[in-house]
């Protein structure tokens, strides 16, 4: 597995703000007296005396608290569909689960270049609690993104198409002064760390080979008590570096940050009628495959032992596959939203017809295949502001409007006074007060992080 060792330390804005501190002790306090006891007898070994306090004296209390600065970007367009770029910080209003926020930050960004830029003011200060100073950030950069080559999900004969985007992207999105970063998943091995250099765009797009699964590798192979297994463990490595991924994009604050998704999607469960039939031929069994979507499948001796004729609950291996891939897709976009990061799904196999010649596939199976790759890229950059590129071939008109999108943006940022912190799952609405038609487009909720995990060992 490739994990992303980008530091987005020499450009990048400085992290998500943590505050911890601790309580002073009271003024006054003693240090406790030495036990008064005498020590044991050597021979009679005793565990250690343990100091006691002082009557009266109260224990040194440690007290530790979070604050976060919670920032997202809003795209405005009116009637006519044009970007609005002479609003002011007092025309929005933000909302977090109904109640009001206070605006500490807002950053204009119009045509790829910041004309206004209010930085954030120090964190309300609580009783009791010692902060430490401000740090100031150090990039202005307009920009971000990383892009992401998922070569495990990407086929073999369409490198040549692939490289061809890539080229594309280097032309039609990433500008001068725009800082990007690309990982891959898989043997194409690229981890370019964030730069400016538009000449490693040119250097990546040169390794790229996709080595994705084709349908008879998964249909052939034996399957696992998850069905394909190779398929899940693919994803799980793709996931697991986007996952990362988005973890340091959230040291950067108050910047569009653009995750540029290449992948030919995700399905747990691809060609289900295929794969049994395959299995039952290799115990020896006979198919008919006349009727689509069922396996018909019995022994040679006749039709007792058809496959047709099973309990339904002794095939379990993988009923929960649609729930598990959604839930491992709502856990991506879950973090890409925590990092405030839209993430921007290309598929490079463009307007999608029927497999290769090759390929013994039945087209029901390779339609519901290509269905369900194409609809968890859609899930990926729904839920997280972005658009899917899926199922069409004018890459030059998709990276058109993703650059657009990346130039003209509200970036807008509160110290959150939700009334109940234990809530996860935070509601955002973004109203703009200044009379007229205006369509917003942002993202419209977050997920806390979850509690580090503990060992319990």
Known sequence: MMCMTAQLSRRAILGALAVSATLVAAPGAQKPAAPSTPPAAPSTPQPPAQPQPQSGQQPREVIRRTVDLVTTDVIVRNSDGQFVADLTKRDFDVYEDGVKQDLVTFVLTHGGRILNDVAAPPPPVQEGILLPPARPTNDASGRIFLIFVDDLHLDFRNTGRIRELFKKIGKELIHEGDMF????????????????????????????????????????????????????????????????????????????????????????????????????????????????????????????????????????????????????????????????????????????????????????????????????????????????????????????????????????????????????????????????????????SYTLKPPPRTNTR
């Open 181 to 444: 970063g690309i990982v891959s998943s898989g043997p194409s091995s690229i981890a370019i760390d964030m730069t400016y250099d538009r000449k490693r765009i040119d250097e990546a797009a040169n390794k790229i080979a996709g080595n994705g699964l084709k349908p008879s590798d998964i249909i052939d192979v034996p399957e696992g008590q998850q069905g394909p297994p190779e398929v899940r463990y693919r994803a799980h490595v793709a996931f697991s570096t986007v996952y990362d991924s988005l973890k340091n994009l959230e040291q950067v604050h108050n910047r569009r940050k653009a995750f540029i998704y290449v992948s030919n999607g995700y399905d747990f469960n691809p060609f289900a009628t295929s794969r049994e039939r395959s299995q039952a031929e290799r115990f020896g069994m006979s198919c008919d495959n006349s009727v689509p979507g069922q396996a018909n499948c019995s022994a040679p001796g006749g039709d007792e032992n058809s496959s047709n004729n099973y309990n339904p609950f002794d095939r379990t291996s993988n009923e929960f596959a649609a729930a598990d891939l959604a839930s491992e897709l709502a856990e991506v976009t879950r973090q890409a939203n925590r990092s405030n990061a839209t993430i921007y799904t290309i598929d490079p196999r463009g307007l999608v017809g029927g497999p290769d010649l090759d390929e013994k596939v039945d087209m029901v199976e390779w339609q519901n295949y290509i269905r369900e790759s194409q609809t968890s890229l859609r899930v990926l950059a729904d839920l997280t502001g972005g658009i899917a590129v899926v199922n069409q071939n004018d890459f030059d008109k998709a990276l058109k409007r993703i650059d657009a999108e990346t130039s003209d943006y509200y970036v807008l940022g509160y110290y959150s006074s939700n009334p109940d912190p234990t809530k996860k799952r935070r509601a955002i609405e973004i109203r703009v007060k200044r009379d007229g038609r205006y369509d917003l487009k942002y993202r419209t």
